[in-house]
């Protein structure tokens, strides 16, 4: 396991995220495609997670809630572009509590060799204050948890 490496260049509009995964790129990708499998891994381990739609195609929405042990909701919303493939897996971005702020998300599966993956994700926001203001919102601990509970499904399914 590996902690993820995250950029974010000074007055940039972007953040940079790179993570190695124990696992296949066809699987890390599949594991970001599969609605099964989204619920088990995004997010913080303390949220539940409510997937309302994901419709992982060109145009298709998604739409999901996090949700905290005392009930406080978390809406994220977004659609996705093109057709998800380990060269582009793209998508929009907006959290329903900062409306109108929306980053645009591509994420790439490297094949790495020896039955690993090296995910890079690349999130354009529309400003840099947008994008200080999610670096500012606890994103990283998310992120961070999150891959960690990707490495268990990973695990999961190489069984």
């Not at 495609?33 to 539940?48: H, Q």
């Not at 145009?59 to 659609?79: K, L, M, S």
């Not at 109108?100 to 999130?123: K, M």
């Not at 891959?147 to 990973?154: G, I, K, S």
Request: proline share 5%.
């Amino acid at each position: 396991m590996t902690e993820p490496e995250i950029t974010a260049e000074p007055g940039t509009t972007q953040i940079i995220i790179t993570r190695e995964f124990d696992a296949p790129p066809e699987q890390v990708l599949r594991a970001h495609t599969d609605p099964d499998l989204v619920t088990r891994w995004l997010g913080p381990r303390a949220y539940e997670m409510k997937l309302d739609q994901w419709d992982v195609r060109d145009g298709g929405r998604w739409r999901y809630i996090h949700q905290d042990d005392q009930g406080n909701e978390f809406g994220f919303h977004g659609v996705f572009h093109g057709e998800p493939s380990l060269d582009t897996f793209v998508q929009t971005f907006e959290f329903e509590g900062y409306p109108g702020h929306v980053s645009l998300n591509t994420a790439t599966f490297e094949d790495i060799g020896g039955g690993r993956t090296r995910l890079r994700a690349n999130a354009v926001f529309q400003s840099a204050e947008d994008r200080d203001g999610m670096l500012a919102s606890g994103m990283e601990t998310g992120v961070s948890e999150g891959y960690e509970r990707l490495d268990e499904v990973l695990a999961e399914i190489a069984r």
